[in-house]
């Protein structure tokens, strides 16, 4: 069974950060996919180094990505570069924290 990104990032979209009602995907938190065979790697940051959640949210996105069909293992590649910005974010999110490009 090959594995299909777009079903990954639909797994990454039900992971939120817990201070911010947006999901990590819409947060421009999750930088690369790769997919080799039954293999994800998935490249992430953070807003900060000093995130108290980083842990936690790492598990959780290992875990919803593990949930997709055909997934045998998932890694995650933490990041820091480039670092993370309010530019990183979709629209969606932008809209969702009421973040115009004026706010910011």
Known sequence: MSVVKQDIIESIKTVYD?????NIWDLGLVYNIDITDDVVVIQMTFTSPTCPMMEELMEMVKSAVQSVAGVNDVVIDLVWNP??????????????LDLTEQGW
């Open 18 to 22: 817990p201070e911010i009602p947006v």
């Open 83 to 96: 670092p993370w910005d309010i530019s990183k974010m979709s629209e969606i999110a932008r809209l969702e």
